[in-house]
């Protein structure tokens, strides 16, 4: 007997079902619940409106035909998912002696639809086990054999995603400088889809891309319209919207919930919008509120403004995380740093690096970290890309975005990160030669990039806003440190990463020249570094 509490009218009422027969039972209880049942078949055509109306798409696996289900995932997974539908595929408990749900889970496999195990009444009332408490809906879940119908309606009534799609939604998307422009991904009709479903509650929505995003995904302002009923009153909203791929965009979800919440003020991380975030079959969405009143670390260091934001970061943004760390006991530092590292500095990059005075050879540096063989080192939660576009000053407080690399590791990494990030990327419109502005740098780079040893630099000199963005960074890295030299070599190996790091720039982008001089100037610092650290100077 059906809960009665999880009864009543639904926003998608509608239950595909793809197999033999539609069980006696299945449809009894599908009434109870108030579902209508939509029968699939190799040869059905989706109806875009019914569509729109599901809640689930039900695949019953046949005793006689145990692979038979695989062509409907194969025919059916992508739209559903677009449109925000789970897949819920009933392993048969077969009498044939048919090891069934190894069929099942081998062609998920193979097939690599985002999926998850459902088992039984256990999982249907409480949640999904391990990592279904998250949100990552829709997805195909593998159901058990145990699994009744009245258990699944009951995990289908209370996981469904609610927002239908919006399918009269006027989208218009514009590039960074006010052009027509369209989504950009090799999955453009998914990207409108989940605006579609995002906004449905809205009449129109305007995406102007944001040019300062380095993750991959795309990252928009989301102008939307909204006209309440019986209003002639058009009220307009400004949110963050990010697309990406699924995988990314469910991680950065995932540490929005699990470490944000509990670790980092409220007022200084952007605030989700769970409602309107949503995961498709390839792509998946974020959105959340916009950060009104601020501007980059970035483009507010050269002013002078920067050091302040930055004591905030790690002393009240990221305080919890920089004091809630353990030593290290099973890796060298060497091999927790090594995934940052790059395998070649790219060929156009090299020859600048070599005008430079270096002769490029990278395998050696990587030497010399190689013998980075401490396990005494503070390891705890990082951003992961704590660069200086992700971090946002309004007033003193310093508020991070874009947390799907977040992970445990050397807490010195955000550090040298946030150096690393404001030497390639503040300097873009400082027109000096490469060799002129390593040499206004190179007081701080001497004996392994230590504080303290570089004399004072004079308020005139064009660097000294880096100077004091250096010095508080460095302030707060060398209480981090265990061993002398440690931060030294987290910064030589983020100045690396940033030396290695194939980049693209846009025709309208009129700093790549400088952007591409101060990578190799990374690399040169990076050099520096570790040449003192292995005694070579």
Request: neutral net charge; contains cysteine; glycine residues 6%.
């Amino acid at each position: 007997m059906a809960i009665r509490k999880y009864r009543g009218n639904h926003a998608r009422n509608v239950i595909a079902f793809y197999g033999d027969e539609v069980p006696a039972e299945a449809e009894r209880l599908c009434k109870e619940w108030r579902y209508q049942i939509w029968r699939l078949d190799d040869e059905s055509v989706i109806d875009v409106a019914k569509l729109q109306l599901t809640a689930a798409l039900v695949i019953a696996q046949s005793d006689e035909k145990p692979t038979k289900f695989r062509s409907a995932l194969q025919n059916f997974s992508s739209e559903f998912l677009k449109f925000g539908c789970s897949i819920y595929v009933l392993v048969v408990k077969s009498e044939r002696g048919v090891k069934t749900h190894s069929i099942v889970t081998s062609t998920l496999k193979e097939l690599d639809p985002p999926w998850l195990e459902l088992g039984g009444a256990a999982d249907a009332r409480e949640g999904i086990t391990g990592e279904g408490h998250r949100q990552c809906l829709p997805t195909v879940f593998a159901c058990g054999e145990a699994m009744t119908w009245n258990e699944l309606l009951m995990f289908v009534s209370r996981n469904s995603v609610k927002a239908g799609v919006n399918t009269d939604l006027q989208i218009a998307v514009e590039d960074p400088w006010g052009a027509r422009s369209t989504f950009k991904s090799a999955y453009a009709a998914e990207d409108e889809l989940l605006v579609k479903r995002a906004f449905s509650d809205f009449y129109a929505v305007k995406l102007v891309e944001m040019a300062d995003g380095l993750s991959g995904a795309s990252a928009y302002r989301a102008y939307v319209r909204h006209q309440p009923r019986n209003s002639g009153v058009t009220r307009e909203f400004l949110m963050l919207l990010k697309l990406g791929d699924r995988r990314i965009i469910f991680k950065e979800h995932d540490n929005h919930e699990l470490q944000l919440l509990k670790h980092i003020p409220f007022h200084l991380w952007p605030q989700l919008e769970p409602s309107r975030c949503g995961l498709g079959h390839k792509r998946g969405m974020l959105v959340s509120t916009f950060v009104e009143g601020a501007e980059c670390l970035r483009d507010c260091a050269t002013s002078g403004h920067a050091a302040a934001a930055i004591s905030n970061l790690f002393q009240r943004t990221l305080h919890a995380w920089q004091h809630h760390t353990n030593v290290q006991s099973e890796r060298t530092l060497w091999e927790a740093l090594q995934q940052w590292l790059p395998k070649q500095i790219p060929t156009h990059r090299l020859a600048k690096i070599k005008e430079l005075g270096s002769d490029g050879n990278l395998d050696a540096l990587l030497a010399i970290l190689q013998k980075q063989t401490t396990k005494k080192f503070l390891v705890g939660q990082i951003h992961g890309d704590l660069n200086a576009t992700n971090v946002l000053v309004r007033g003193s407080d310093a508020i991070v975005i874009d947390f799907e690399k977040a992970e445990r590791n050397v807490t010195l990494f955000d550090l040298a990160s946030i150096e690393s990030s404001l030497l390639v990327d503040s300097f873009r419109y400082d027109k000096r030669p490469a060799n002129a502005l390593l040499e206004s740098l190179s007081k701080l780079y001497v004996k392994g990039a230590k504080l303290g040893e570089a004399a004072p630099c004079a308020n005139s000199e064009r660097s000294s806003w880096f100077y004091e963005c250096a010095r508080e960074v460095r302030r707060h890295a060398f209480d981090r440190e265990l061993e002398d030299g440690q931060y030294g070599i987290v910064l030589a190996t983020c100045l690396l990463m940033k030396a290695g790091r194939q980049r693209e720039y846009s025709e309208q982008d009129l700093q790549k020249e400088q952007k591409e001089q101060l990578r190799a100037c990374a690399y040169i610092l990076a050099e520096r570094i570790l040449s003192y650290q292995a005694g070579h100077v």
